[in-house]
């Protein structure tokens, strides 16, 4: 019934990886919780033991519109949502929000990399590729014109 309690149990069985598989009922149990951090810590669990994203592209996603948030966990949660969300539009929302709004330039090109990785499903970040295209850092540049070849032109056949 402690939801503080249940949130470090949660944390911990994340902490166990593999080993802590027998508990993948209960903490499936608790994934739809009203407690926000309880449903965090169940849903890093269910990553970490279970490999299921799921439960935690929501957190990734309103996590990257934090403004506080370090280089290194921008660029990690960048590419979790391009590897695991890559079909949802809120997911290429908030890649294409980093690609225009990230302090560092190399977060800034990483997110126009993961679009390009994305496809043609990136095809909603078209806009803010395009004025990524014109950035001031030449690698951002160069990594939003790639995604937006590879975006319009996958699928096309060009002549022998």
Do not use: C
């Amino acid at each position: 019934d402690n939801s503080h309690l249940a949130a470090g149990a949660a944390g911990t069985l994340a902490s166990m990886g593999e080993d802590a598989r027998p508990a993948l009922p209960k903490l499936r149990s608790l994934a739809n919780s009203e407690n926000d951090k309880l449903r965090y810590h169940v849903a890093e669990a269910l990553w970490r033991i279970d490999k299921n994203p799921e439960p935690l592209i929501p957190f990734r996603i309103e996590a990257l519109r934090e403004p506080k948030l370090v280089k290194g966990t921008q660029w990690g949660y960048i590419g979790f949502l391009g590897t695991h969300a890559a079909r949802q539009p809120a997911a290429i929302e908030t890649i294409a929000h980093m690609l225009l709004t990230a302090e560092d330039f190399t977060v800034r090109a990483h997110a126009a990399n993961v679009l390009e990785e994305m496809g043609p499903a990136a095809r909603p970040a078209l806009p803010q590729l395009r004025k990524a295209a014109v950035d001031e850092w030449l690698t951002v540049r160069d990594a939003a014109t790639n995604a937006i070849v590879r975006i319009e032109t996958e699928g096309i056949r060009l002549r022998p």
